[in-house]
C-alpha cells in the first residue's frame, strides 16, 4: 500500500511550493509521500529557493516544476495550498480528505541587490518552515496516539 499523499499547490510551482514540499519531507520522514505541483507551473524551481534551502541542510535542487494534473489520477489525501490562485484553481483530487490553505508571500517578486533578495528568500522559507514544521509534528503525534 503507498503511503498518503500529501500535495502541495502553488501556481508556477517554482519557489514556495517546492521549499514547502523540502521541508515537510524532511519533518514528516517516512511514511508519507510529499508531493509539490502548480496550476500554472513555470517550468523551473528558482535557483535562489535552491540556495536558501541548502543554507538550512535541505537539497530541492532535484525537484521539478509540475503540473497539479499529473496528480489528478493518485489518491491524495491531503492538499495544501500556498498561495491564493492555487488555491481558487484547486480541483479536488480522488480520496482528498483534508485540504488547508496556508498563503505566504512570493519572494520571486523582491526587488534589490542580490542580497536583499536571498533575504526575501530566507523570510519566506523560515516562515513556511515553522507552519510546515508545525504541521507535521501534529500529524505525527495523531499518528503515535
Same mark, same amino acid.
Given at each position: 500500500m503507498k503511503p498518503p499523499c500529501i500535495l502541495i499547490l502553488c501556481t508556477g510551482n517554482s519557489c514556495r511550493s517546492q521549499m514547502a514540499e523540502g521541508i515537510l519531507r524532511r519533518a514528516l520522514g517516512g511514511g508519507f509521500r510529499v508531493e509539490s505541483a502548480g496550476s500554472n507551473p513555470s517550468g523551473i524551481v528558482q535557483p535562489l529557493a535552491i540556495r536558501v534551502m541548502a543554507e538550512i541542510? +535541505? #537539497? +530541492? %535542487?532535484?525537484? $521539478? %516544476?509540475?503540473h497539479l494534473d499529473e496528480f489528478l489520477t493518485d489518491q491524495v489525501e491531503t492538499v495544501i495550498t500556498v498561495c491564493g490562485n492555487a488555491d481558487q484553481a484547486c480541483p479536488v483530487f480522488p480520496g482528498q480528505l483534508n485540504r488547508h490553505h496556508w498563503g505566504f508571500d512570493d519572494p520571486v517578486?523582491?526587488?534589490?541587490? #542580490? @542580497? @536583499?533578495?536571498?533575504?526575501? *528568500?530566507? $523570510? =519566506? $522559507? #523560515? $516562515? +513556511?518552515?515553522?507552519? *510546515? @514544521? =508545525?504541521?507535521?509534528?501534529?500529524?505525527? @503525534? %495523531?499518528?503515535?496516539?
Open positions: 541542510g +535541505i #537539497d +530541492i %535542487s532535484g525537484h $521539478r %516544476s509540475k517578486h523582491a526587488q534589490g541587490t #542580490d @542580497e @536583499e533578495r536571498m533575504e526575501a *528568500f530566507r $523570510r =519566506a $522559507r #523560515d $516562515r +513556511i518552515r515553522l507552519v *510546515f @514544521e =508545525a504541521y507535521a509534528a501534529g500529524r505525527l @503525534e %495523531s499518528l503515535a496516539k
